[in-house]
């Protein structure tokens, strides 16, 4: 368990969790992000740090981008990541930090963006907070109030959430 004061690196890519809905568009866009508002809603007083990798749909990240958040993930000096991403290529971005040794990584997003009042983005970040300070060192996936290894996990488009993989 991390002791209190131990710093965490939350990195933003953009995704639904940061979306904006653009009525003369009839569209939803990635805005800039809301992150810092919901932890400080949340009152977290844990020490951390945003940085912003991209702000793309996770439709719209290549392998550019997974190899620039792998860069900023090892470049840390933070053991302990968040990382808001998409969920269409999460699990994706997933695999491209498998190789990253010593840091706990979680990545998480939400089905409705955090600025619509029935999100699941407070619930998932939070999650992804809980799971940065108490878990080994690998890659993780937060989703709808369940933590899998990276590595175990699928989106099951037609439930609309993250699975197990079956063993």
């Not at 550019?64 to 000096?77: E, H, N, P, Q, S």
């Not at 840091?103 to 998480?108: A, G, P």
């Not at 983005?121 to 878990?135: I, K």
């Amino acid at each position: 368990m991390l002791s209190p004061d131990t710093p965490i690196l939350l990195l933003t890519t953009g995704g639904t969790i940061d979306k904006v809905y653009f009525d003369a568009l009839s569209d939803y866009q990635v805005g800039e992000t809301v992150m810092a508002k919901l932890l400080d809603v949340a009152r977290v007083k844990r020490p951390f740090r945003i940085e912003e990798v991209t702000r793309k749909d996770s439709l719209e990240l290549d392998d550019r981008d997974r190899a620039l958040i792998y860069a900023r993930i090892a470049a840390a000096a933070e053991k302990h990541i968040v990382i808001t991403h998409g969920t269409d290529t999460m699990t994706d971005t997933a695999k491209a930090l498998a190789g990253i040794e010593g840091k706990t990584i979680v990545l998480v997003g939400a089905l409705a963006p955090a600025r619509f009042g029935e999100s699941d983005a407070s619930f998932n970040l939070g999650m992804a907070f809980a799971t940065a300070q108490v878990a080994e060192p690998g890659v993780y996936i937060t989703m709808s109030g369940s933590v899998f290894r990276a590595d175990q996990v699928i989106k099951d488009r037609a439930k609309g959430a993250f699975v197990s993989i079956p063993t």
